[in-house]
């Protein structure tokens, strides 16, 4: 078997396209909100500054900063739950998948 042969049944298999899916759908979901909160995030900053400023500021640190900070360890962690699902259940289902088509 070639290899161009056991690509094209690779492709074809429905394991493959599962993977494929819920890789994608895991991929667009986090980006999604991750450009959602950055949006949400400047539309305040440039409509309603004001929200940013609230009193008295805690450890010296206004609303906006610790927005800012919240959105920077939230895309973190939201980087880090793709991680672990790429390397737990996405590897072992692309594992399983050449194990069955012997590639």
Request: hydrophobic share 50%; glycine share 6%; net charge positive.
């Amino acid at each position: 078997m070639t290899s161009s042969d056991a690509l094209n049944m690779l492709r074809k298999h429905p394991g493959y396209q599962t993977l494929v899916q819920r890789r994608n759908r895991l991929a667009f979901s986090l980006t999604f909100i991750v450009l959602g909160c950055y949006s949400l995030f400047v539309s305040a900053v440039s409509w309603r500054p004001d929200l940013l400023l609230i009193e008295p500021p805690v450890f010296g640190l206004t609303t906006g900063i610790w927005s800012a900070l919240l959105l920077i360890v939230g895309s973190w962690l939201l980087t880090a739950l793709y991680v672990v699902r790429a390397n737990g259940a996405f590897d072992s289902m692309t594992h399983a998948l050449l194990t069955e088509v012997n590639v």
